[in-house]
């Protein structure tokens, strides 16, 4: 089935499906990858967008899409259906949803402590319109109710994700009790805050790019992956017929190679000459291509220069092989993240069979002791541990329990660093 038709069949998908879908389900509809369906659902908002004559929009949502009109057109909507939404929302109601979108999951009792009063009413009524949901219970006695906002607040605040809201002078609600008055003094407050970047270095299979991505969600802070910076390039070297090991072409390739990151989802897309190469970037071939272009100075000047442009505007965790030592090495959380080689090559295999690469395990590992040799023996910022970074064998631990260790160690960090801040930098 060709492109066109792929296009027909999510169209009509959305359409009729009237709720934003995830796109492991438009996956799953269309017998496509996620990465594939994605991919899709961009081609089709950029349709509508170069189209003047039509009156939809792609909506993507917290990692879901749907399919809307055009917010030009609401006064043509309301003379239909009415009001279409008419929320009277009080300023207390209002307060209280911020916090809850900054802070989420974030239970009563913090919300409290943000806001300085009860706040139960309004939560309860923030439920009743549909604005605000349970996900779940915090694990302390009582287990209270972890409170999340819905799509529907997304909607209707014309947002794609809560990573989209603008920064606000909002501690995380997780440590809201551990500052007290005197903390907040005058010299306290005048002091500008720093975006906190978290450095989660290893090797390959060693779970980082999961574990950041959990990480992500839990402290709300955008994660980049540095590795799909290389792995991209590589690929690009590899289309043009360009060895990734050869500096000078490289070089040539790079004066006109422009790359750009979306972190506007939850998964990261990699621009390279404004095409999404995130579909591409996890084979075999890429992660030789990346093994050999990262190891190349001028690449490597290349893509931290954009990594620390990004982490000066903004909070990040980033993981890769030398962020802690050689991208951020002031960074003030610092991970390095291993497991035994079979472990990994066994989750590495694991990752390659899920997207339609059989190897074996001989292969695998034969491959990653290539890797690992290469990147711990280049001139330029040879991947190793920071002496400052925490060590975690995830060898024989679930993604959870390492996720659990790391947020404790930031929470400890954190209290002696109370100018970080989560925003961008100078706006929190």
């Not at 594939?36 to 993507?60: F, H, I, N, T």
């Not at 911020?98 to 300085?116: F, H, L, S």
């Not at 009582?142 to 909607?155: D, I, K, Q, S, W």
Request: hydrophobic residues 40%; charged residues 25%; contains cysteine.
């Amino acid at each position: 089935m060709n492109d066109i038709e792929q296009m027909a069949r999510l169209e009509a998908l959305l359409f009729v499906a009237g709720d934003p879908l995830t796109y492991e389900e438009i996956a799953a509809y269309l017998s496509l990858g996620t990465e594939e369906a994605a991919s899709l659902v961009e081609q089709l908002k950029r349709r509508y967008q170069r189209d003047p004559m039509s009156g939809l929009v792609v909506r993507r949502i917290e990692g879901a899409a749907s399919i809307a009109t055009k917010p030009a057109l609401s006064d043509t909507i309301e003379a239909f259906f009415g009001k279409v939404r008419d929320l009277k929302l009080t300023d207390a109601a209002y307060e209280t949803l911020a916090v809850i979108a900054y802070n989420a999951p974030a239970t009563r009792a913090e919300i409290e402590a943000v806001r300085g009063v009860n706040s139960d009413s309004i939560v309860n009524r923030l439920i009743e319109r549909g604005l605000v949901r349970e996900v779940g219970t915090l694990e302390t006695p009582g287990r209270p109710a972890l409170l999340n906002v819905t799509e529907t607040f997304l909607m209707d605040f014309g947002l794609s994700s809560t990573k989209e809201l603008p920064p606000v002078d909002l501690m995380m609600y997780d440590t809201i009790t551990e500052f007290t008055e005197e903390r907040q003094s005058a010299a306290h407050t005048a002091a500008v805050p720093k975006p906190l970047v978290i450095a989660i270095d290893g090797p390959s299979g060693a779970g980082k790019s999961t574990i950041s991505r959990l990480l992500s969600e839990h402290l709300g802070i955008l994660t980049l992956d540095t590795g799909a910076m290389y792995r991209a390039l590589g690929v690009k070297a590899l289309r043009q017929g360009i060895s990734p090991a050869d500096p000078e072409a490289v070089r040539a390739m790079l004066a006109e190679t422009t790359m750009d990151i979306d972190l506007t989802d939850r998964v990261q897309k990699t621009l390279v000459d404004g095409l999404d190469y995130t579909p591409y970037i996890r084979t075999p071939e890429a992660s030789r291509a990346a093994s050999d272009i990262s190891a190349l100075p001028v690449t490597r000047e290349y893509c931290v220069r954009l990594q620390r442009e990004i982490g000066k505007k903004q909070a990040l965790i980033l993981d890769g092989r030398d962020i802690g030592t050689y991208v951020f090495p002031d960074a003030p959380v610092k991970f390095f993240i291993t497991a035994s080689p079979e472990i990994r090559a066994r989750r590495r295999l694991s990752d390659l069979e899920k997207a339609g690469n059989p190897s074996t395990l001989e292969d695998v590992m034969r491959e990653m002791a290539a890797r690992d040799l290469q990147d711990s023996g280049r001139e330029l910022a040879p991947a190793k541990r920071a002496e400052d970074a925490v060590l975690i064998d995830t060898s024989e631990m679930s993604v959870r329990e390492v996720v659990d260790v790391m947020i404790d160690v930031i929470r400890q960090r954190e209290a002696l660093q109370p100018g970080w801040g989560r925003g961008a930098h100078g706006q929190q």
